[in-house]
């Protein structure tokens, strides 16, 4: 049974950083995709980073410059490290695996077919 716990998560002020840490177990972090998504209040979820079995990473355009996604196979671990922080990054983070890709590339959001129980960000001004 795969199970993804998201940790790191914590109070911040703008300009600070976080490290999230996702650790994976039943589920082999250099197969096909993972990736974190955030949800804040009264908003959809959105889709911030993900990395491929090639370690191909993408960004949501907020993040990039600010946020990296990175695995450490030996460890089965997903990490987001978040620099730059600002008050519109906080929300829920949640970490989530897919099984599959479509010809290699990650699949959409809501096809990723485990999740995490979500770590809390928040950034004050």
């Known amino acids: 049974q795969v199970q993804l716990v998201e940790s790191g998560g914590g109070s911040v002020q703008a300009g600070g950083s976080l490290r999230l840490s996702c650790a994976a177990s039943g589920y082999t972090t250099s197969n096909y995709c993972m990736g974190w998504f955030r949800q804040a209040p009264g908003k959809e979820r959105e889709g911030v980073a993900a990395i491929d079995a090639d370690g191909s990473t993408t960004y949501t355009y907020s993040v990039k410059g600010r946020f990296t996604i990175s695995t450490d196979n030996a460890k089965n671990t997903l990490y987001l490290q978040m620099n730059s922080l600002k008050p519109n990054d906080t929300a829920m983070y949640y970490c989530?695996?897919?099984?599959?890709?479509?010809?290699?590339?990650?699949?959409?959001?809501?096809?990723?077919?485990?999740w995490g129980q979500g770590t809390q960000v928040t950034v004050s001004s």
């Open positions: 989530a695996a897919a099984s599959f890709t479509y010809a290699g590339s990650c699949p959409p959001p809501n096809e990723y077919n485990y």
